[in-house]
């Protein structure tokens, strides 16, 4: 039931490009993004509702791909600020309000 | 506006104790949320209450956890007897609605039970 987030680390140079990908094995309703850094607590990124839903802020952007019952979350351009680790949430059709997180992917960003 | 508020932010017991972690959502918001964080069992949603009352908590993992919502600006999360297994990172996460809307996390507290 869990979403399965891939890969479960990427280590980057400032300036290269990433993709974050989050699938279920059950239809979705939405799905969240978050960024969690060493020692904090998770802060929100974006939330796709409908399938083909494309968002994005300053260089972080997602999709969500109904049929395929996945989403992607691309940085762009990567920054030393973007390290941390990147959770997908879902919730499931049909379910209430009990989001679902994936295992998180790590992300590091060198100079 | 202050976040989301939790207390203590650190909490070191023995095993056998009993332990109370509160949370104070952002006003305004009526959905409330407990999640526990273990780098084995990853973030996971114990219990969440929607305008004070608890809608599902089939994550709470035993009867040694309960969870109240007196009022719309405080909540606990209670675990009597502690275990070691029970330590942990807890996050109380607040939100204007549920399903369609961001969650804001408050700075969690750090338990640890030997």
């Known amino acids: 039931q869990q979403p399965v987030q891939s890969p479960q680390a990427v280590i980057l140079r400032e300036g290269e490009d990433a993709v974050i990908n989050c699938s279920s094995s059950?239809?979705?309703?939405?799905v969240h993004w978050y960024r969690q850094k060493h020692g904090e607590a998770p802060v929100f990124l974006m939330i796709l509702l409908k399938g083909g839903e494309q968002k994005g802020h300053d260089k972080i952007s997602a999709s969500f791909n109904e049929k395929k019952q996945q989403s992607s979350l691309y940085l762009t351009a990567s920054q030393l600020s973007y390290s941390g680790t990147y959770f997908c949430g879902t919730y499931f059709s049909g379910n209430t309000g009990k989001l679902i997180f994936g295992q998180g992917t790590t992300l590091q960003v060198k100079p | 506006d202050a976040g989301v508020i939790q207390s203590p932010r650190h909490e070191v017991t023995e095993m056998g104790q009993e332990v109370t972690l509160r949370c104070k959502p952002i006003?305004?918001?009526?959905?409330l949320f407990w999640y526990r964080q273990t780098m084995m069992r990853g973030l996971e949603l114990l219990i969440y209450?929607?305008?004070?009352?608890?809608?599902?908590d089939s994550g709470m993992p035993e009867d040694r956890f309960s969870a109240k919502m007196p009022n719309a600006s405080f909540s606990t999360l209670k675990i009597q007897p502690s275990e070691p297994r029970d330590s942990a990172v807890y996050f109380c996460a607040s939100s204007p609605g549920i399903r369609a809307y961001e969650q804001y996390f408050g700075p969690g507290t750090r338990l640890t039970v030997t």
């Open positions: 209450f929607n305008n004070n009352v608890p809608i599902d």
């Open positions: 006003s305004g918001h009526n959905s």
């Open positions: 059950k239809a979705l309703y939405s």
